[in-house]
């Protein structure tokens, strides 16, 4: 059984004035079978996490379970899972199939067992005609399957990922990335995978945990997490382009509640709020907002002043600033080449993807909904 549990871990570096507290009161139960992501800036405690589950680092409070063993004082060796850093280091001087087998070899597998398991990475990671190389023969993404391989062969009931393909090219990390996910489905072995990158999280995880300053601030699948932040941070950082944000006040109760951008004035109901009232943040996805001709009735939507316009292909991102006002948007719309860099434009909400945050960086959500009228 790969479950992996952690229960209010702590860690804290260092002590007395110089203590800092990396990792904190950390809850998080993962299923045997699932691909966890934890995704966050840098600095935020995912690698902490990792090395804590690994038994690289000691835990300062908390406890962790492997299966059903508490693993706190088990040593790293012991705890059946085996780990891929962005900085993995082969071995320069031997090739692949002794680089595969050294881990079996350290352990004092017999030659036997370490063949079949070596035969079976190599096949499921089509190393197989590599295995005479040496590392320094290999490209990247040959270096970094490798990498993999060398986990693989332990057959351990957990695999932890730091960051594994960092060190690789833009084009390389796509593919690569689709290759881990489908090894995850043939294996189904739990995984916890650290990365900054929101893409690559959203992509691999059956369930994604954001975190900033060593605190989770949300668990969910990718698309929860994406449709119902649960604060501005997560708002803000799941999402491409990021969430544009803007400030105002919140109106009304009931029926009509309503938002008012505090540039231009912009009101946007929001049904069914009966909460606070008073000052907030709207978030508004790019691919929220849509560019309109013309004037639109009632006055809604916003008027910008396009700034940079960058095509995409099927697609554009609109850069512009809101007239009258100091607040950056981006648009996601569909490609036209009738939008140029100093038009001015009108920007409708389409109906969903706005969220109401309380103030605050990590300001809760308040409001999440589509827009009525
Ligand atoms: N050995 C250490 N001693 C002191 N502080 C550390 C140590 N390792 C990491 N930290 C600090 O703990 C915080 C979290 O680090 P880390 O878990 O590596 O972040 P991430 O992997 O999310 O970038 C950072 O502020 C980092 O500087
Ligand atoms: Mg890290």
New binding site residues.
Partial sequence: MGRVLLDRVRKV??SGAKA?E??KDFSLQIADGEFVVLV??????????L?MIAGL?DITDGEIRIGERIVNDLHPKDRDIAMVFQNYALYPHMNVYRNLAFPLTMRGVDKATIDKRVREASRILALDPLLDRRPAELSGGQRQRVAVGRAIVREPSVFLF?EPLSNLDAKLRVTTRAELKALHQRLKTTTVY?T?DQEEAMTLGDRIVV?AG?VIQQAGTPLEVYRRPANKFVAGFIGLPPMNMLDGEIEGDGATACFVIREQGVRVQMSGYGGAKGPSTMGIRPQSLRVVDGEVSGGAGLRVRVRVVEPLGSEMDIHADLIGGASPLVARVAARDDVRAGDEVRMVLENDGLHVFAPGEFGATLWSGTRQG
């Avoid at 966050?40 to 996490?49: A, Q, R, Y």
């Fill in positions: 570096y260092g800092f990396a990792v966050g800036g840098s600095g935020c405690g995912k690698s902490t996490t090395r680092e730091d650290v900054h975190m060593g």
